[in-house]
Nanobody
Framework: QVQLVESGGGLVQAGGSLRLSCAAS????????MGWFRQAPGKEREFVAG????????YYADSVKGRFTISRDNAKNTVYLQMNGLNAEDTAVYYC???????????????WGQGTQVTVSS
């Protein structure tokens, strides 16, 4: 069983930045593709960003490309999501996810964290 614990959410003004962190119990962490999703009120959960288990190659949803950066520190078993240029449409619960079964560039994940709230005030 893989446990994922997100942190770093909060309230930020439009145009501001936040960095989310996700600590994973997955072992070895380097064998998991990691991802971030978000779910806004009344909307379905949507993919935000992923980072491959080999070489740590990032990939993004078009809506965040150029503003968000996903990274991983395999020594710390942690994945990060740096969010810049936040706007009201980024308000959502953000979830960390992990997968080690599918292809490296995937939007389908087996393991999920509990989520952290990000609220952007306009």
């Amino acid at each position: 069983q893989v446990q994922l614990v997100e942190s770093g959410g909060g309230l930020v003004q439009a145009g501001g930045s936040l960095r989310l962190s996700c600590a994973a119990s997955a072992r070895p962490f380097s064998s998991y593709t990691m991802g971030w999703f978000r779910q806004a009120p009344g909307k379905e959960r949507e993919f935000v960003a992923g980072i491959t288990r080999s070489y740590g190659i990032p990939y993004y949803a078009d809506s965040v490309k150029g503003r968000f950066t996903i990274s991983r520190d395999n020594a710390k078993n942690t994945v990060y999501l740096q969010m810049n240029g936040l706007n009201a449409e980024d308000t959502a619960v953000y979830y960390c996810s992990a997968d080690n079964k599918r292809s490296e560039v995937t939007r389908a994940f087996d393991y999920w964290g509990q989520g952290t709230q990000v609220t952007v005030s306009s």
